[in-house]
């Protein structure tokens, strides 16, 4: 099928009002998908004043904040004016980005007129819920996902060691990878600035762990902050740098009050300061991918990271960094260490991360979701035929 038969309507709990990398993911492929000439209609809650400029039209959908992380919207379902605004878009494909109540509702929609769906995964739920002692309800909202993503023609997971996890958990039988890329221009080794940090009070020889993501419970702050206590306990002098915004910014600061932090940086700011720590310490369980992970490889930085879905299709153990078991602080601060005694070690894992990141183009990735809607298309039309639609 060529790109301009294509009609892509898409489903999203966050496209552009709170940052993060799923809803970048998804803004990048919107606008590949309209460089290549598809229509694009998203769907997804707005707010007054959202993080960034959405990619194409984004018509918004009715939303309620989320308990206990309000800035956060919950999709709710999908109102005449809704449904009318997707009938007259007369969609041949319907993409959805999160189980809530508008993505089920438009999925039973699409699936009454036989229009071909593809799931996108971006976040592991399920995972979410220790973090907020609500572990009781992992097997309801296991299964409310499992209805969700089984309804799909297809999924789109974005490492295979995610896939692996949605098959094992009988989600889809028919799951296809939709990697993340890399862009080159803003992430390089190029961006490292030691000027800036003297700036911050860094000298050029103090070893730096950074930090990169959305401030909240659930990226493994409290594993993050007992590791650097941890190395500090060896006697191993650091700074700490903290990249990124978000409600969990008060605990953190408590837990590590000499750590540098920087609140959200987006561009050429956030290149620089990733660019410029030395390693990256990433324990998070909850990642698909770990967007963040990749920024710091195609920085030259060696990275330090739970052994979980999506990192373990990047980091390659004592190759480009160090693959840890999840909440194993005492592991995390040997690896800091191991990096900040020995510099050649650190040159020698970017390196190789820079390698890896260096392949890891958008333009080639985003067109494999192409092909998954021409495949899914395909497929959904024999089914119709056989049911004599």
Request: proline share 6%; with cysteine.
């Amino acid at each position: 099928m060529d790109p301009t038969e294509l009609r892509i309507a898409l489903f999203s709990g966050n496209y552009n009002y709170v940052r993060d990398g799923a809803n970048q993911s998804l803004n990048r492929l919107v606008g590949y998908l309209l460089k290549v000439g598809a229509q694009v209609r998203v769907y997804a809650p707005t707010v007054p004043e959202p993080a960034f400029e959405p990619t194409g039209d984004l018509i918004s959908v009715p939303s309620v904040a989320i308990p206990f992380r309000p800035e956060y919207r919950l999709a709710l379902g999908l109102p005449g004016r809704i449904r009318r605004d997707v009938q007259e878009f007369d969609p041949n494909i319907v993409q959805v980005c999160s189980p809530d109540i508008a993505s089920h509702r438009a999925l039973t929609w699409a699936r009454r007129r036989g229009i071909a769906t593809v799931g996108s995964v971006h976040t592991r739920f399920d995972t979410y819920l220790e973090y907020y002692h609500l572990e009781a309800f992992e097997p309801t909202v296991r299964a409310i996902m499992r209805r969700f993503y089984g309804r799909c023609d297809a999924l789109l997971a974005p490492a295979e060691s995610m896939a692996a996890v949605l098959r094992a958990q009988r989600m889809n039988k028919d799951i296809a990878i939709w990697s993340r890329g890399i862009d080159h221009a803003q992430f390089n080794p190029g961006r490292r600035d030691l000027a800036w940090r003297r700036g911050l009070g860094v000298a050029d020889e103090e070893f730096v762990v950074g930090f990169l993501g959305r401030i909240v419970m659930e990226k493994g702050l409290d594993v993050f902050t007992a590791a650097v206590r941890t190395l500090a306990d060896r006697g191993v002098p650091h700074r700490v740098l903290v990249i990124g915004e978000g409600p969990a910014r008060p605990w953190m600061q408590q837990q590590l009050p000499e750590a540098i932090f920087l609140g959200e940086q987006v561009k050429d700011d956030l290149a620089r300061a990733l660019a410029s720590a030395d390693v990256l310490l990433n324990p998070s369980i909850t990642e698909t991918f770990g967007n963040v992970t990749l920024e710091a490889m195609a920085c030259g930085l060696p990275v330090i990271a739970a052994a979980a879905t999506g990192t373990t299709s990047l980091v390659k153990d004592n190759e480009n960094g160090i693959l840890v078991e999840p909440g194993d602080t005492e592991a995390m601060a040997e690896a800091l260490e191991a990096y900040a005694r020995e510099p050649e070690l650190r040159a020698r894992h970017g390196e190789a991360g820079l390698k890896l990141a260096s392949v890891r183009d958008w333009d080639t990735i985003n067109s494999a979701v192409l092909r998954v809607y021409d495949r899914v298309i395909r497929k959904r039309a024999r089914l119709e035929r056989v049911k004599g639609r």
